[in-house]
């Protein structure tokens, strides 16, 4: 019986991290705050991925692996699999997430943001702008989450996010050579 934690609790965590490394620890540098998020994912991804194939063979290709991510991983941390994947068959792999949890309770309706020395509202693309950030900062942590337990696979990669459709997300994974 493997340990289990209540979804709620790892969606609080989540967001208070990404709101403690961007709004405390890194307020004036989006980047490190950023590369941090994505750092403590990668440590996550590599301890889980290293617990969820204790007791398998090691993958043969990439193909294996990824497609370990896209079920068995997947669905021990969203209870569900990847909705699609996609590969070029030379290194890239795109997964889709058509309702990616983390995703489902966020939006990106502009918030009014007051801009300092003045009671005037920020322009429509600033409050836009701000609000997709915050939101792109929450998918630092899955990126390294996958790219985390491929590398514990024996796969050094990279890993990107898409979110142009909430709460459908698309990770880009392409694998170094």
């Known amino acids: 019986m493997g340990k289990e934690v209540a979804e709620s609790c790892v ?3 989540l967001m208070e991290m990404v709101s403690a490394y961007c709004n405390r620890f890194y307020a004036n540098k989006p980047e490190l705050a950023a590369r941090r998020i994505e750092a403590i994912g990668y440590q996550v991804g590599h301890q889980l991925s290293e617990r969820y194939t204790m007791e398998r063979p090691r993958f043969s290709d990439h193909l294996e692996a ?47 943001v007051i801009v300092k020395d003045s009671s005037q509202e920020a322009p429509v693309g600033a409050t836009e702008n701000k609000a997709e950030q915050a ?6 942590f899955p990126c390294g989450l996958i790219r985390g337990a491929l590398s514990n696979l024996g796969i050094p990669c990279a890993v990107s996010a898409d979110m142009s459709n909430l709460p459908a997300c698309s990770f880009v994974i392409r694998i170094k050579v």
């Open 11 to 13: 969606e609080s965590v």
């Open 66 to 112: 990824i497609k370990f991510i896209c079920k068995d991983f997947w669905s021990e941390l969203f209870k569900k699999q990847i909705d699609n994947l996609k590969t070029n068959h030379r290194g890239t792999f795109v997964l889709q997430d058509n309702r990616f949890r983390w995703l489902t309770r966020m939006s990106i309706d502009p918030v009014p």
């Open 135 to 140: 939101t792109t900062m929450h998918l630092y």
